[in-house]
């Protein structure tokens, strides 16, 4: 009987062979990764054919970045399980390490394959100050900090307030808004237009997300601490809302009004497209990331203007009025509308900014030098915080300590 440790061993063995194949490969390519993350596993059992050794042996020969992965992922699995275990036993995370232990115990005791846990402690230390996260870790374990969910605050223009935690359904005129589907749509029931343009807010808090419909049948994802201004029903002119935070927006076509996203200091201008457009204001810089169509960005202070094609990222801060534009990875910047979160050689520091906004914590930094470390990642939203955590400190560089809501990250 395959054992939970054995599928959790392999699957993230995949993914550390993957990573270091190619980030984006193509199927063929994906397939041969998935073989050798098998073979591997394997072998670390001695269960090898001759035919399978002499495929993985052609493998790690075929450049060096493969027998450097390989020997890595070959270290002794006991050594580097021990010394796993001896700190973070010596890091005293009282109530959470008392959790991972007694799953480890119970785990014991049904008589899984220990040898499988010490090779999964090799396979995750294997990846170093580079760590690719991984989501597959039990998800049985109990932990302190949950993750955000829907939750949001919508301000009519009549000044009432309604939790959408809750299912509500108001009427404003002609319009009928509802979050019956967990996501707040405005429709038009009637052909009345108004004569004057009215403003709703909703407002989503620390630990929350929303997703919006508005009249024009434009989709917005809207991440955490994040507010947006909008008219319940645009007007014959262009269509503006305004935005603080982050928000990824799928605008609906139509040439002749334009979609107008207003955010502090800047513009972001389109006919039809999908972005995202990441405006915190402790960050003092816009930026947009354009995934399809165009869009053009200008701002109010330096008279900066630029047109962006699919692919391309603008950045302005707001400070120094200094700007990039570059080609980028799209997902990295829109992955968290579909629940992940995605890093790519990012700093410690980035991350645990995100992590705060989503979890809802205050981090606080013992040694500034670890704010600099960097990390790369793909991993679920919705696991909660311990099991991040977790596998960052698994590179011996950092350790965590969690009170109440308070987070102090320290160098090891």
Do not use: C
């Not at 970045?65 to 700190?87: G, T, V």
């Not at 990824?248 to 955010?263: I, L, Y």
Request: aromatic share 10%.
């Amino acid at each position: 009987m395959v054992t939970k440790f054995k599928v959790f061993v392999t699957l993230f063995l995949r993914k550390a062979v993957i990573v270091h194949v190619n980030v984006k490969m193509k199927m063929k390519d994906l397939n041969s990764g998935f073989k050798i993350a098998d073979l591997i596993v394997k072998r670390l059992e001695n269960r090898l054919t001759e035919e399978e050794y002499q495929y993985l042996e052609e493998w790690k020969q075929a450049n060096k970045k493969n027998a450097i992965l390989f020997q890595k992922l070959s270290m002794d699995p006991q050594k580097q399980y021990l010394d796993r275990e001896s700190r973070l036993e010596k890091s005293n995370k009282s109530a959470n390490w008392g959790k991972i232990q007694d799953k480890i115990k119970k785990d014991k005791v049904r008589k899984l394959n220990m040898n499988f846990l010490k090779i999964a402690a090799v396979l995750i230390l294997a990846i170093g100050s580079t760590l690719f996260f991984s989501n597959l870790l039990d998800n049985n374990v109990s932990n302190v900090i949950n993750p955000g969910k829907q939750q949001a605050i919508l301000i009519t223009s009549d000044g009432e307030r309604y939790e959408l935690d809750e299912e509500v359904t108001i009427k404003d005129g002609a319009v009928f808004i509802s979050n019956k589907t967990q996501e707040l749509i405005y429709q038009k029931k009637s052909n009345i237009t108004k004569s004057q343009l009215t403003y709703n807010t909703i407002i989503i808090p620390l630990g929350g997300e929303y997703k919006l419909t508005l009249m024009d049948g434009t989709r917005i994802w809207l991440n955490s601490n994040s507010k947006l201004r909008f008219p319940s029903e645009f007007g014959s002119g262009i269509r503006k809302v305004e935005l603080k935070g982050e928000a990824f927006f799928e605008v609906a076509k139509d040439s002749v009004h334009p979609f107008v996203v207003d955010v502090n200091k800047a513009q972001v201008r389109v006919l039809g497209t999908s972005f995202n457009v990441n405006a915190y204001s402790d960050l003092n810089e816009i930026v947009t990331t354009l995934v399809e169509g165009k869009v053009e960005v200008s701002d109010t202070l330096f008279g900066n203007k630029v047109k962006l094609l699919p692919n391309e990222q603008y950045r302005f801060n707001e400070s120094t009025g200094k700007t990039i534009k570059q080609i980028v990875d799209t997902e990295i910047y829109t992955a968290w509308k579909d629940g992940r979160f995605v890093f790519e050689n990012e700093s410690l520091e980035d991350i645990m900014t995100r992590l705060s906004r989503w979890y809802n914590v205050e981090v606080s930094f013992i040694n500034e030098s670890v704010k600099k470390l960097r990390f790369s990642g793909d991993l679920t939203r919705y696991d909660n915080i311990d099991q991040i955590l977790e596998l960052i400190e698994i590179t011996q560089k950092v350790k965590f300590t969690i009170k109440d809501r308070n987070l102090l990250v320290e160098e090891v």
